[in-house]
């Protein structure tokens, strides 16, 4: 399927289901970006946040981690640049709603495992509800968080779809803006501290 063609209605409801976009990880990112799980746009094209309206691809680019603004189907040009992808949940929904607690709670153990495997600076959670949710955690706010997450800092945020409409464009260009400057990605940022090696 070409990067600037928009799914068919067919093609959307095939998408229901099935697993096919592929995480982006490698070892030594400043940065892992953790989603929800993929929308059937997302699902049918296998590019990371591909529906037109979400924030994701702007808001990167606007808070200066991407030297332009990448398409979907450029995903694996972030890896360049430090930055990495995954999701909790693989499966392709039309809504979050649709996941089970039970495939979000083997989800964050899987992603728990790939920050352990690959020991990225930063991990950012895009959703408040689904780290609450993967983690068993009852309250998060917004922004970095006092604990470590498998030696990583971590960082929860809202998650950029446009459906979203208590935060803004210039919202999340503001808090990729912090995360980039504390995974060292951008001038000013001291980077994020490590877990101190056991004595």
Same mark, same amino acid.
């Given at each position: 399927m070409s990067g600037a063609r928009k799914p068919t209605k067919d093609e959307l409801a095939a998408a229901h289901g099935r697993e096919t976009v592929?995480?982006? @990880?490698?070892? #030594?990112?400043?940065?892992?970006? @953790? +989603?929800?799980?993929? #929308?059937?746009?997302? +699902?049918?094209?296998?590019?990371?946040?591909?529906?037109p309206g979400n924030r994701f691809w702007p808001a990167l680019h606007q808070a200066g981690l991407t030297p332009r603004q990448l398409h979907p189907s450029e995903s694996r040009e972030l890896l360049k640049f430090g930055i990495g992808m995954t999701k909790v949940v693989q499966r392709a929904t039309a809504t979050a709603a649709e996941l089970t607690l039970e495939e979000v709670r083997a989800g964050g153990e899987v992603v728990r495992n790939m920050v352990r495997k690959h020991r990225p600076r930063v991990v950012c959670f895009l959703g408040v509800g689904i780290f609450q949710q993967a983690y068993g955690v009852k309250k998060v706010k917004v922004g970095v968080q006092a604990e470590l997450f498998e030696g990583a800092q971590l960082w929860v945020l809202p998650n950029p779809s446009g459906l979203n409409a208590n935060y803004q464009l210039r919202d999340f260009v503001r808090l990729f803006r912090e995360v980039g400057e504390a995974a060292g990605l951008l001038e000013g940022g001291r980077g994020a501290r490590r877990r101190a090696p056991p004595r």
């Open positions: 592929p995480d982006l @990880v490698r070892p #030594g990112l400043a940065l892992l970006f @953790v +989603g929800i799980n993929p #929308g059937l746009w997302s +699902g049918a094209t296998g590019y990371h946040f591909a529906r």
